[in-house]
């Protein structure tokens, strides 16, 4: 069964930092791209960043850029997924999904609708 299991989140105070992890069960997403999208209260969910399956080809939203870091570790019958965030801001409070396996197959794909599997999510939240 398809299984995407986030876990790391937690309240921090501004400039702080947080590491959010994803272990996706199935040997399927070894060659997945997989990724991070949020959902703040009152908002669409909003694309954050992804990953290729070998770490070759990553996207950013332009809000992070410089501030989150994706990795993925692909073992044999798991995939951790890891999204380090640092200098975090009020603004980046929301609830954090791991995704899996776009429909193009490609990092390029930021729309929440393209992606096939996604995890319960966890909760950040940012204070001021």
């Known amino acids: 069964q398809v299984q995407l299991v986030e876990s790391g989140g937690g309240l921090v105070q501004a400039g702080g930092s947080l590491r959010l992890s994803c272990a996706a069960s199935?040997?399927?997403?070894?060659?997945?791209?997989m990724g991070w999208f949020r959902q703040a209260p009152g908002k669409a969910r909003e694309f954050v960043a992804a990953i290729s399956w070998d770490g070759g080809q990553i996207r950013y939203l332009d809000s992070v850029k410089g501030r989150f870091t994706i990795s993925r570790d692909n073992r044999e019958n798991t995939v951790l997924v890891y999204l380090q965030m640092s200098s975090l801001k009020p603004e980046d409070t929301a609830v954090y999904y791991c995704?899996?396996?776009?429909?193009?197959?490609?990092?390029?794909?930021?729309?929440?609708?393209?992606?096939?599997?996604w995890g319960q999510g966890t909760q950040v939240t940012v204070s001021s």
């Open positions: 199935g040997r399927t997403f070894r060659t997945k791209v």
């Open positions: 995704v899996a396996d776009p429909t193009s197959g490609s990092v390029g794909n930021t729309l929440p609708t393209s992606y096939r599997s």
